[in-house]
């Protein structure tokens, strides 16, 4: 018996924490098996929770969070670890970046009216953590290519710039979370002033996330 555990960030804003949701229940359908959304913090139920809940089978988690962090190399791990379900419990790498979430931005970016090739500032979270910022690179490239124009990098906390800084009058803003919320509406208000004249949504349950989710499944031994 395997079950798919998701693991989000966390946010206070009730429909934010929802994508999650239903990610997990669309990609739990498709891989047929018992799915659970859950959060690093924020929001019930919590990933420390849902790994110590004595399930009896395998559980494969599968994080949604877009880039290495802290969460990822050390709450995750940990919690796995304090739930003393380390046998039982394939925690599966970092979300991003990852051609399917490329799609994504790019089609969030086309919805939003951005002009093919027009200058992008990618817009992410951000980490205090060097690795995160190796990720986030590479998500740019990633986007850039498929986008056809020119695409930079900006983050709202940790390393990096902000978009004050970075994005300038005329660019389209592509929105590197997953989900609205506390980062989604700074994103909006900061871009605004700094003259962006296209936001796209945030990726959301986007059916190329799901095929991510069923993919990262399937490399931890699902299906």
Same mark, same amino acid.
């Given at each position: 018996?395997?079950?798919?555990? !998701? ?13 999650? +949701?239903?990610?997990?229940? &669309? ?5 047929g ?13 919590? *990933?420390?929770?849902?790994? &110590?809940?004595? *399930?009896?089978?395998?559980? +494969? &988690?599968? %994080?949604?969070?877009?880039?290495t962090?802290?969460? +990822?190399?050390?709450?995750? %791990?940990?919690?796995v ?14 979300f991003? %970046?990852?051609?399917?979430? !490329?799609?994504a931005? =790019? ?15 990618m817009?992410? &979270? ?11 690179e590479? =998500? ?5 290519? =498929? ?16 978009? +004050? ?6 660019? =389209? ?6 989900? !609205?919320?506390? *980062? ?37 031994g699902?299906?």
């Amino acid at each position: 018996m395997t079950r798919l555990v !998701t693991v989000a960030h966390g946010t206070r804003t009730a429909t934010g924490n929802q994508v999650a +949701v239903q990610i997990t229940a &669309a990609a739990g359908r498709r891989l047929g098996i018992e799915a659970t959304a859950s959060y690093v913090e924020l929001c019930e139920p919590l *990933f420390a929770d849902v790994v &110590a809940d004595g *399930f009896p089978g395998r559980t +494969v &988690a599968v %994080p949604l969070l877009l880039s290495t962090g802290v969460h +990822v190399r050390r709450d995750l %791990p940990a919690a796995v670890a304090a739930g003393g379900a380390a046998d039982r419990v394939a925690l599966g790498r970092p979300f991003g %970046p990852d051609p399917l979430l !490329t799609a994504a931005l =790019a089609e969030r970016l086309r919805e939003s009216g951005a002009d093919a090739g027009q200058p992008v500032v990618m817009v992410a &979270a951000g980490s205090t953590d060097p690795a995160a910022m190796t990720d986030l690179e590479g =998500a740019v490239a990633m986007l850039a290519q =498929a986008w056809g124009g020119p695409v930079r990098l900006a983050t709202l906390a940790g390393l990096g710039s902000r978009p +004050v800084d970075v994005v300038e009058p005329g660019d =389209a803003v592509s929105p590197y979370l997953l989900a !609205t919320g506390h *980062f989604d509406r700074r994103l909006r208000e900061e871009s605004r002033a700094a003259g962006a004249t296209v936001i796209a949504d945030v990726i959301g349950p986007h059916p190329s996330v799901v095929d991510l989710v069923v993919e990262r499944a399937g490399a931890l031994g699902v299906g």
